[in-house]
């Protein structure tokens, strides 16, 4: 009787070490379980983190500036004003707003006049201008008109002071008008040297513009500055020396020999400008003055 209990405690014994055996298996397969469950959510929640960071849970995307409109063109009616030119439209969009972007008018008055276009504070006119001058817009035009405000007038074909490119576009960069008490030494509202829009009516600009060869300032400034002249301001002064004949419209603003030709205005790429440096005075201007363009 004893060796048969002895040999059913041995095969209980040996059933409860497979049972713990089992069990023990068990709890490390559940661990091992466990433990993959735990790396792939770490790993899940690092990939969402990272899909986070970069705006994929977002409920509204991201705008891409790269394809916002810069500046509007509007449609002018050639069949209305005969005197405009059709050469199509600059484009809307990828237009540089940051730097200058030299421009040279070439006459047959002298050596060439150099601009800087201001592209932050008149990029739609820079790119008009840019635009105009890549179709020949300019070449072989004359500059009509020497303004009572001491400024020569060019960049319309038709020499009238209505002609243009069969589009036009909004103000940029109007001057502050002065004070009612401006203090001395106050800078003129259109600085010696300073290139500005001219519209006929104000503020559907085209292609015309204005060289300042004089200090200008006016209460009611209506002319946008686009940039300044940098090289060739005795060019400009020299035009504007000519003398001047009625124009037909009871203007005495025409030059008399009718003879200022653009025969080139052609346009570089962009250049950043340094906001550090001092902008060094148009040639032939006053090296340091208060009204200096």
Not at 29 to 53: E, T
Not at 139 to 164: F, M, Q, W, Y
């Amino acid at each position: 009787m004893a060796s048969s209990r002895d040999r059913q405690r041995k095969l209980a014994r040996a059933k409860l070490d497979r049972q713990l055996a089992r069990r023990a298996a068990a709890v490390r397969r559940r661990r091992q379980i466990q433990a993959g469950v735990g790396v792939a959510v770490v790993l899940v929640l690092i990939v969402a983190g990272s899909a986070w960071a970069l705006g994929a849970f977002d409920d509204e995307p991201k705008e891409n500036t790269a394809t916002e409109d810069v500046c509007l063109w509007t449609p002018q009616d050639a069949t209305a004003n005969t005197n405009l030119k059709d050469v199509g439209t600059p484009a809307t969009q990828g237009l540089p707003t940051d730097g200058v972007r030299p421009m040279t008018v070439t006459t047959n008055q002298g050596a060439p006049i150099t601009v800087e276009l201001d592209l932050a504070g008149a990029p739609c006119a820079a790119a008009s201008i840019a635009h105009l001058a890549s179709r020949s817009f300019y070449d072989n035009t004359k500059c009509h008109e020497i303004t009572a405000e001491g400024a020569v007038r060019c960049g319309d074909p038709s020499g009238t002071g209505l002609g243009g490119p069969t589009y036009s576009f909004y103000d940029e960069n109007v001057p502050t008008a002065p004070s009612a008490s401006p203090a001395a030494g106050q800078p003129a509202t259109y600085p010696k040297g300073t290139v500005a829009m001219v519209a006929n009516p104000p503020g559907a600009n085209g292609s015309q513009f204005l060289m300042f060869f004089k200090d200008f300032t006016t209460a009611d400034p209506k002319y946008p500055i686009i940039g300044r002249v940098t090289g060739g301001i005795d060019v400009v002064a020299k035009i504007g020396a000519k003398p001047t004949v009625d124009n037909g419209t009871g203007a005495k603003v025409k030059p008399k020999d009718d003879d200022v030709v653009v025969q080139s205005l052609t346009i570089g790429e962009p250049v950043a400008q340094a906001t550090s440096a001092p902008t060094p005075p148009a040639s032939g201007a006053p090296a340091a003055s208060p009204s200096a363009g």
